[in-house]
């Protein structure tokens, strides 16, 4: 499959720098560093600038790898950066998020018999490149068509719709619930893996392209669908992630110090409660916690919390490692920074003190039995295996579902029945008419690119719609 | 910026209301639904229940008592100046039916939270009997407003400086007596909800509590404000805030409403510094 034969005298994988773990489980700094324009004109010379490139199908917005990396590697930051643009509007954010190793490098040639290419580390290093530099693409507005386009949501979804529509000549305006827009991206993924201000300078250049973003409307209660269309929107697209948290329903989760992800994230990064009193929302700053669940969201609870200065923080999962969902970075990091894992674990009850904050639970040993459905092992428990573990605060990553709030607003709109929205696989049309949707609010918690993927296909249909209609299914 | 239109001190320093100019908002809001709102970049999101809206004006008005950090911040901002973000309307409207009777109990600046409830009530023609009390004289706010939409008005205060010296629930037991009531709607503290509840439940009357737990997004993303009610798990920006009195756990919302005492207190300190150098 490979054009050619790797060269001779292998240059091995450029790793880039970071900050030390004992020094970065005290603070809320970028982990990773960066690499400098040497080492980043040094990994780019490793592609092999393959003419049919396998990683592309990698990518779920197609970006042209090799022709980015080779302009790395010929030094024109400027002009890598323009052709990621063409395809990517938020290179910086996924350059540093993607899950690399399952799409684009995972394909790589190189990977066969060595290390792939580090696509998502060059990716990010254009981007930091171009906004430290203050580089600029060329307005890549087409001609004004006079539709209107509504985005509900400012997650990765959202934005890439905003970005495709905005570039094709529609008026685009997104909706956002938060004070914030992002998403996950502002409330859920801590600063030191994304920081704050990388987020809003990507969405400050969709507002610069002519994308309208307005704040503090949650759709279906300050403006419902059936509203925006009678304002003269020609199309919706449904993006509101899947923000419902799960909890365990297990006796004292009411208690002090019990809390879902979702609620510590936030406190911790859109509402910066890390920097209390300076931010005026409170965090618990627990010393023994408790983390249930082993998903990325469980390592960025747990990584948080030994932030915030916990002396112990713990994974407790019911599974064994090898089931864990997080990706294996995150896993890494998460040990390198001291957190420990207590697999094979379940929580059957809280306990608490009389002013009713959490001091402990008890849990019970689990042993693998049959695979169930998912084909993993099913975790069962171990009979008479109880065993008492101290924590004073718990935090609950066991996974999220679908938020109705939106969804039981409209009419018709068919969901399955997991409260998830059914839209078209290829091109997001829900059925209704005019209305599309894609990210996690169609497919259940997935990954930041692959909601931009189906944010891509969602655009290219809604054009056509809303240019004559030729690709309507 | 949401902008300020017109404030007022109801009690000197401590009750403050505010209107807003809001108009996505103000179109769209019903009575015993709040909004959350956050004053500047560092700021926290409060919920406040909208005392009143204004459509035309494109208005709603809040009315809150000053309590720690960021009610404190909010009694700074005046007119001409205004709210980074105001999000709403959240939470379910009140259920507004006709029963015949009903009585209206409200604590403090829980009467700005029931005086649209009322009006509703009222509206559909029902009558209505008021009980409102606070601590003091001074606390006591919405009497001539609640005036006007009830048949029958009591004012209560804890020290006896206006009105029956002592609990609104000591009337309530009155009306009990005297009356047939078909609803019963109690906004206060959760303390004199809970023993509202309490008092009405020998008597089969329905009654209805608005919930104030910690709220964060007010969406029903963070189960921040979950609330036990029937043995359930609720949440009460989208559930409520209003529930069947009789069926809440009062005792573990109380607690769960300390949970960030210490911050509390830290952070109004910070903040009194910041103020008087
Ligand atoms: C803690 C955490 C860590 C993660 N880490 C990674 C990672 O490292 N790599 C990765 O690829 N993926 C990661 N993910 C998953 C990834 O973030 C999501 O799959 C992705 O963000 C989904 O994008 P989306 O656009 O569908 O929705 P979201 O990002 O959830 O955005 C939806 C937006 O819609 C808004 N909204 C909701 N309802 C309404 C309404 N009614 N009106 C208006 N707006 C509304 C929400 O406020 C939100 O801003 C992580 C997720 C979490 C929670
Ligand atoms: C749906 C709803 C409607 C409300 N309507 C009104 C109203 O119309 N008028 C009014 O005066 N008050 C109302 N409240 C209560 C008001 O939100 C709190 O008094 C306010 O948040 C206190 O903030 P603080 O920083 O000034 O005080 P803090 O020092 O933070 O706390 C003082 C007290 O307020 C409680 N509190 C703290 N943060 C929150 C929060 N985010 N949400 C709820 N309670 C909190 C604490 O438990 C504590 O007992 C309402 C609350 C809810 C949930
Ligand atoms: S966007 Fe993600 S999948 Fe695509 S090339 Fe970049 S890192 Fe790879
Ligand atoms: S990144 Fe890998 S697969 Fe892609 S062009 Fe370079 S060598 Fe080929
Ligand atoms: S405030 Fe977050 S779920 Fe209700």
Redesign the pocket.
């Known amino acids: 499959m490979a054009e050619k034969e790797p060269v001779k005298e292998k240059i091995p994988r450029v790793v880039m720098p970071g900050q030390k773990p004992d020094i970065r489980r005290r603070n809320f700094d970028e982990v990773p560093l960066g690499y400098t324009s040497e080492m980043a004109v040094e990994e780019a010379s490793r592609c092999l600038q393959c003419k049919r490139p396998p990683c592309v199908a990698g990518c779920p917005v197609d970006i042209d790898i090799p022709a980015f990396i080779g302009h790395i590697r010929a030094g024109d930051f400027d002009e890598a950066i323009k052709k990621i643009w063409e395809k990517n509007r938020l290179p910086a954010i996924c350059g540093r998020v993607c899950p690399q190793e399952t799409q684009c490098e995972i394909r790589c040639v190189l990977g066969k018999k060595g290390e792939p290419v580090a696509i998502g580390n060059l990716e990010r290093f254009a981007a930091d490149f171009a906004r430290i530099n203050g580089i600029e693409g060329a307005p890549l507005r087409q001609r004004p068509t006079r539709k209107r386009v509504a985005v509900v949501g400012s997650g990765p979804a959202g934005l890439t719709v905003a970005g495709d529509l905005i570039a094709k000549g529609h008026e685009v305006t997104v909706f956002e619930a938060f004070h914030k827009p992002g998403g996950v991206l502002v409330y859920g993924i801590p600063e030191f893996r994304l920081p704050k201000e990388i987020v809003f300078a990507e969405v400050a250049l969709l507002e610069k392209d002519g994308v309208d973003i307005e704040c503090n409307m949650v759709v279906g209660r300050t403006v419902t669908l059936d509203e925006l269309f009678d304002e003269g929107y020609d199309a919706i697209f449904l993006g509101v992630g899947a923000g419902l948290p799960r909890f365990m329903d297990i006796p004292g989760e009411n208690l002090i110090g019990i809390m879902s992800a979702n609620e510590y994230l936030t406190r911790a990064n859109l509402m910066k409660a890390y920097r209390f009193p300076e931010y005026d929302t409170p965090i618990r700053r627990g010393k023994n916690v408790a983390v249930l669940g082993a998903g990325n969201v469980a390592m960025d609870a747990a990584r948080t919390a030994i932030r915030l200065g916990a002396d112990e923080a713990r994974i407790v999962y019911r599974r064994s490692r090898q089931e864990m969902p997080a990706r294996a970075a995150e896993i890494r990091h998460a040990e390198e920074e001291g957190i420990e894992f207590l697999l094979l674990t379940n929580p059957k009850r809280f306990l608490g003190d009389d002013s009713g904050h959490v001091v402990g639970m008890e849990c019970l040993r689990m042993e693998l039995g049959e695979p169930d459905a998912s084909g993993r092992r099913r975790p069962v428990p171990i009979e008479g295996s109880e065993f008492g573990l101290g924590c004073d605060l718990v935090v609950v990553a066991v996974g999220s579902g679908a938020n109705p709030l939106l969804t039981s607003s409209i009419k018709g709109l068919e969901l399955n029945r997991w409260g998830y929205i059914e839209a078209d696989p290829e091109t997001g049309k829900t059925c209704l008419e005019g209305v599309w949707a894609g990210g996690d609010i169609v497919t259940g918690s997935a990954t930041v690119i692959l909601a931009m993927g189906a944010g891509r296909k969602a655009a290219d249909s809604m054009h056509g719609y809303l240019t004559g209609g030729r690709r309507l299914p | 910026m949401f902008e300020i239109v017109k404030r007022e001190e109801m009690a000197k320093g401590t009750v403050i209301l505010n209107e807003i100019e809001a108009p996505r908002i103000a179109r769209k809001a019903e009575p015993g639904q709040?909004v959350i709102l956050k004053a500047n970049e560092t700021g926290?999101?409060?919920?406040?229940?909208m005392?009143r809206t204004d459509p035309e004006r494109g208005t709603i008005t809040?009315?809150?008592?000053?309590?720690?950090?960021?009610?404190?911040l909010f009694r700074e901002l005046r007119v001409g100046e205004g709210y980074q973000d105001v999000i709403g309307p959240l939470?379910r409207p009140a259920h507004l039916d006709r029963v015949g009777t009903v009585v209206c109990v409200g604590g403090g600046?829980g009467v700005?939270?029931l005086y649209p409830i009322t009006r509703g009530l009222k509206q559909l023609g029902n009558r209505v009997i008021s009980i409102i009390g606070a601590r003091t004289k001074d606390l006591l706010i919405l009497e001539d407003e609640m005036k006007a939409i009830s048949d029958e008005l009591h004012l209560c205060t804890d020290d006896g400086s206006y009105g029956h010296h002592g609990f609104v629930t000591d009337v309530l037991k009155t009306v009990l007596e005297e009356e047939t009531v078909g609803l019963a709607v109690a906004v206060g503290p959760v303390l004199m909800m809970k023993f509202v509840s309490e008092i009405t439940r020998p008597y089969n009357v329905k009654t209805l509590v608005s919930l104030?737990?910690?709220?964060i997004d007010g969406t029903g993303m963070c189960g921040g404000?979950r609330v036990s009610v029937d043995g359930e798990n609720k949440f009460?920006c989208i559930d409520g805030?209003e529930f069947d009195g009789h069926k809440v756990d009062f005792d573990q919302l109380m607690q769960r409403?300390?949970a960030?005492r210490q911050e509390?207190i830290q952070?109004?300190e910070a903040h009194r510094c910041r103020l008087e150098p």
Do not use: D
């Not at chain 2, 926290?44 to 229940?49: A, C, F, G, N, V």
């Not at chain 2, 809040?62 to 404190?72: C, F, K, L, N």
């Open positions: 709040f926290e999101r409060i919920p406040l229940t005392a809040v009315i809150y008592m000053v309590v720690g950090r960021s009610t404190a939470g600046t700005a939270v104030n737990p910690i709220m404000c009460a805030p409403l300390q960030y509390e952070s109004l």
